[in-house]
């Protein structure tokens, strides 16, 4: 269990320094169900007044190893619509994110603010521009009195009043970053489409276990687009894709869902819709979705089924999310039901 948990904790700093702090940016299956991590002018870019959204990532390696878990929780919605045209609107949001690892030995949080502007540019309301701004405050804790190192096991055995000799971890500063991005929306009748761009950490900001002046966090930037649209009468197709930048890694989640509609369809009540989908994460995994949509409130699960080299040396990697969503009771014009908006 010793060496276990110290394993644990050297794959997760690896993590943050290798693989450009993804601790801090989680890469979720199901990027949908957390809309401001994507892009915040998607503040109150939804199906209904307001939404709130849950999204749970477990990810460990084999049994007896304490997995990584992952958290998003945000609150999203329109603050103020303009009179005679509920197009055009002023959205906000606000949005937690946690790693915890090693029974709180590790914890990465951020808590972000967004507001995003949304006006109709045609009289029809066919195409619309988003606008959004975020600012957010992060930090990483690690707690060394909940970990055992090496250099504490002496020839009486494990002593945990020797050092851990680990002199140069220590904790990592919190700081402060800003984010922007914007978004143009598409809609007709039967289809709708968006796609939109934004960029994270645009602050210069130092995040180091080490001490290390000069480790700062590069800046993230997300291109993501989504298509919805009738298949038939009962049958919603839908398509998503994104693709992420930061630094020297680029990577892209996309796919597929198929909805099928439960009972009758009301385009101004919430439908019944059994979700199921294909997603792949570039280099990475194939991600079956399966999810239900029952008046306001929706829900998911996925599994990663691992498609990198990762088994062949830290054994096999088992990944699921669970995401579980509230819209608000009043459906706002929409003309395709979509399971993340």
């Not at 590790?106 to 066919?126: E, M, R």
């Not at 009486?156 to 402060?176: A, D, Q």
Request: proline share 5%; with cysteine; net charge neutral.
């Amino acid at each position: 269990m010793i060496q276990t948990r110290f394993c644990y904790l050297l794959m997760v700093l690896c993590c943050c320094a290798g693989l450009q702090v993804r601790a801090q940016d989680p890469i979720f299956s199901q990027y949908f169900a957390s809309p401001l991590s994507v892009n915040p002018a998607l503040a109150g870019n939804g199906d209904a007044n307001w939404r709130l959204m849950g999204l749970r990532r477990n990810q460990w390696i084999s049994a007896g190893v304490e997995p990584l878990n992952t958290t998003s929780l945000s609150f999203d919605g329109r603050l103020f619509k303009q009179r005679d045209n509920d197009q055009n609107y002023i959205g906000g949001g606000l949005l937690f994110l946690q790693d915890y690892g090693l029974s709180g030995a590790y914890k990465s949080n951020s808590v972000s603010l967004a507001i995003s502007s949304h006006i109709s540019l045609d009289a029809d309301d066919l195409n619309g521009l988003s606008a959004g701004l975020g600012f957010s405050y992060a930090n990483t804790l690690i707690d060394f009195n909940r970990l055992a190192f090496p250099s504490q096991i002496s020839y009486t055995g494990f002593n945990r009043s020797l050092p851990t000799n680990e002199v140069y971890l220590s904790s990592i500063k919190p700081y402060y970053s800003a984010f922007a991005g914007i978004n143009y929306t598409y809609k007709t009748e039967s289809s709708s489409f968006d796609i939109g761009f934004a960029g994270y950490r645009f602050i210069k900001s130092q995040r180091s276990a080490l001490k290390d002046p000069n480790q700062f966090d590069p800046p993230r930037y997300n291109l993501h687009a989504n298509y919805q649209s009738f298949l038939g009468e009962r049958v919603v197709f839908n398509a998503n894709l994104m693709f992420a930048f930061e630094k020297t890694i680029t990577s892209y989640n996309g796919g597929i869902n198929l909805g099928y509609i439960i009972g009758d369809y009301d385009a101004e009540e919430h439908p019944t819709i059994f979700n199921t989908g294909l997603f792949y994460r570039h280099n990475e995994a194939i991600i079956p979705y399966v999810g239900l949509r029952y008046g306001n409130v929706q829900g998911g699960v996925s599994y990663d089924i691992n498609t990198s080299n990762t088994n062949s040396y830290v054994g096999p990697l088992k990944t699921f999310e669970f995401s579980l969503i509230f819209h608000s009771p009043e459906k706002r014009r929409s003309p395709v039901p979509c399971p993340w908006k």
